[in-house]
């Protein structure tokens, strides 16, 4: 069946413009996950939402960071008035549930110039 | 609080001959662990994981792990290299409440012919 999908795959923005990214999850799964992952660096964990929890927001760096999901499905992650540090591979993954395995997606890499 | 290290940020092997990849773990309670692999230009896959059950764990592509709780160890082992093992290897353990996942810092693995 189809996997987590991630748009768009690349993105090159300006410094201090907004950037939003989105993440589809495998349909049924109730978890979904975002990760930063910089250069030559493992994932850090950025937030964590499940069905209609409050989500877990602790690993977000900066108040520039928010992220929005509609019940179950297609997550945003936005970005406000973008840093040269804020460029890596943002990456989504979803699970069937908060203990189960997270699947992930192919990311997409942001460029701030 | 959860903590990962893996031991070594590059190894290289002949092709046929074994991989052994470290990793080190904290947890404050039973973790579930797990090794990830990311494939150039590819999304993460899951290799295998480990909750609670045997302590060798035998995941995908001929690569197993044994958990060892005394050495607070999970390293991750092929006993014939193949030219497509070659990818960048992650050692994961899970965060408080299993909602989070927290990577170690990667393992380079390079296979010559």
């Known amino acids: 069946g189809a996997g987590v999908s991630q748009s768009p795959s690349n993105k090159v923005t300006e410094k201090g413009k907004d950037v939003e990214l989105r993440c589809d999850p495998i349909s049924g799964h109730t978890a979904l996950y975002w990760y930063r992952q910089r250069l030559g660096q493992g994932l850090e964990f950025l937030i964590y939402f499940q069905g209609n929890s409050a989500p877990d927001k602790s690993g977000l760096p900066s108040d520039r960071f928010s992220a929005e999901r509609t019940g179950e499905s297609v997550s945003t992650l936005t970005i406000q008035r973008t840093q040269q540090e804020d460029s890596a591979v943002y990456l989504c993954a979803s699970s069937f549930g908060q203990q189960e395995t997270q699947y992930f997606g192919p990311g997409t890499r942001l460029l701030v110039l | 609080a959860q903590s990962v290290t893996q031991l070594d940020s590059h190894v290289s092997v002949s092709e046929g001959t074994p991989v052994l990849l470290r990793c080190n773990y904290s947890s404050s309670y039973s973790p579930s662990l797990f090794w990830y692999v990311q494939h150039p230009n590819k999304g993460l896959q899951l290799l295998l994981k480990?909750?609670?059950?045997?302590?060798l764990v035998k995941g995908i592509n001929g690569f197993e792990a044994e958990f060892k709780k005394s050495e607070t160890s999970f390293h991750l082992t092929k006993p014939s290299a193949h030219m497509s093992d070659a990818a960048e290897y992650f050692c994961v353990v899970s965060g408080s409440g299993y909602n989070k996942l927290i990577f170690g810092a990667g393992t380079r693995l390079a296979v010559h012919p």
């Open positions: 480990y909750t609670s059950a045997a302590t």
